[in-house]
């Protein structure tokens, strides 16, 4: 059973780690003031990006860079509207999920004509697992062994990079000086203005800061997690990042936990998939793919108490004359 939980937790961090890259760029959009429903598309943006340049070149970081700088277009495009001029924030992230969407099958089908997909990802083209240092050696140590080489070793770069990013994240946030102007934009714009510093370009630079993080995240799943991409692979994992947003009330730390538990509940979906219950026999697929979604919308529902955002979030900023 202490094997059946490790694995279990094994595939949790597997599963969290795009959504933690893209909780963390929710974070520092919404705080500025920007609500970024568009996570959705820049990491589908980003994944097809990813696995595109990987194919054809055959390197697996320049892969990389195409996928920040994918998610950081859209950002600017999505800043360029709600921002430069001040439309719906909500109607731009959409619009950008739904280009997204159509634009990564319409250009797999050309490019590749694999019915939206990329060609299978050969090993330089991918991350591969890093094995630390004594994890072979300790593997046949009872527990702890097993705690070190199957939870802690035996990960791709991005997992261990998507953890990192929290304390980073937190530390610029709530540590230095723009962090404290990037949430005084999200708060009191109109105070930052006054103090002689631009609100738009805070936000832009947010949304910069966000559109990273997100082609981060859109690489680790097509480049990492998977060798590949295949349309709509996202699969609501930008929502899921927003849900795990209000569930860490906008800091960085509460938001890791929200992601690790949309990640636990859905690596435990994954040991049911076959599984047969006592009463109702074997549970079907569906019902199997559904019930992270499903669990994580009531616990957080049930658990999250009040969550108030920044009080400036999707208004428009104009500036006073």
Known sequence: MFESLILILDATLRVSA?????????????????VNIALEGKILAGAFAA????????????????AMATAIALSMLHGF???????????????INMLAAGLTVTLGRYW???????????????????????????????????LYSELISGHNILVYLALLMVPICWWIIFKTRFGLRLRAAGENPHAVDTAGISVAWLRYR??????????????????AHSAGFVPNMSAGKGYIALAALIFGKW??????????????LDAIAIRLQGAELPIVGE???????????????LLL??????????KAVGVPYIKSR
């Open 206 to 223: 947010a949304l910069i800061c966000a559109g990273i993080l997100t082609g981060l995240a859109g690489a680790y799943l097509s480049t």
């Open 81 to 95: 509207a709600c921002i430069t001029h001040r439309g719906d924030q909500i109607v731009s992230g959409v619009a």
């Open 283 to 297: 549970i079907p697929v569906q019902a199997i793919e559904v019930l992270p979604y499903i669990l994580t919308v």
């Open 301 to 310: 529902a049930g658990f999250i108490g009040r969550a108030v955002g920044p």
């Open 51 to 66: 696995a595109a340049t990987a194919a054809a070149t055959g390197s697996v970081w320049l892969g990389l860079l195409a």
């Open 18 to 34: 795009p959504l933690i890259l893209a909780a963390l760029a929710g974070l520092f959009s919404e705080r500025s003031g920007i």
């Open 251 to 264: 800091k960085p730390v509460p938001v890791l936990f929200g992601c690790l538990l949309f990640g636990f």
């Open 112 to 146: 590749f004509g694999l019915g939206g997909q990329t060609p299978a990802l050969s090993e330089n083209a991918r991350f591969s697992s890093i094995t630390l240092p004594g994890a072979d050696a300790l593997a046949e140590v009872p527990v702890i062994g097993l």
